[in-house]
């Protein structure tokens, strides 16, 4: 459409494929400016990046329980889902390890990082072996274990990705502390 100025209806300005007076812009635009003043108040000065992190992992975790039940035969949907929801939740606990809350935290995540990576490599090199017979060298096995050893490291990377994302960008709003790690870092 045309814009039209004239003099008797005053500006018009082409607003969503419609022609408005340009009185009607401002509001919108105010309208605009007070909904990122309401989230940069909520979430702090990321809060583009926390709110489009947390808009994708909601729409990538639907995906992926829609996979879980689409993946598997009648009456096993269950256990795709148990699956999903398994990686989901490691993914969570992955993504607080990364993202610590000060040093108090990030030492207590140490000292329980060296107990549990001991034991999870041994029990993960002894069962690897087994893994690969049954997925890789049987090709006329089932590609579901797979498929739903896709899914949990899928949604472990992101509920790990998501919380972790949140946690850095999100905790420094004047609460527990005021310098990221990252500066923190390069300051020493």
Do not use: C
């Amino acid at each position: 459409m045309q814009q039209e100025n004239n003099e008797d209806q005053g500006e018009r300005v082409e607003v969503g494929g419609e022609l408005r007076a340009a009185s009607e812009r401002p509001a919108q635009t105010n309208r605009i400016r007070r909904t990122i003043l309401f989230l940069r108040e909520a979430f702090g000065p990321n809060a583009l990046a926390i709110v489009s992190t947390n808009a994708a992992a909601v729409f990538m975790i639907l995906l992926l329980l829609a996979i879980s039940l689409g993946v598997s035969p009648d009456g096993e949907g269950w256990l795709s889902l148990l699956v999903t929801m398994l990686g989901l939740l490691v993914g969570w606990g992955l993504g607080i390890f990364f993202a610590p809350h000060g040093k108090r935290e990030a030492s207590t995540f140490r000292t329980i990082a060296q107990t549990v990576s001991a034991f999870i490599a041994g029990y993960f090199f002894s069962k690897l072996d087994h893994f690969i017979e049954l997925t890789v060298l049987t090709s006329a096995g089932s590609s579901l274990p797979a498929t739903r050893l896709g899914l949990f490291f899928g949604a472990a990377m992101l509920a790990a990705l998501t919380v972790f994302s949140n946690r850095w960008f999100y905790r420094f709003q004047g609460t527990a502390r005021e310098v990221p790690p990252h500066q923190e870092r390069s300051a020493a």
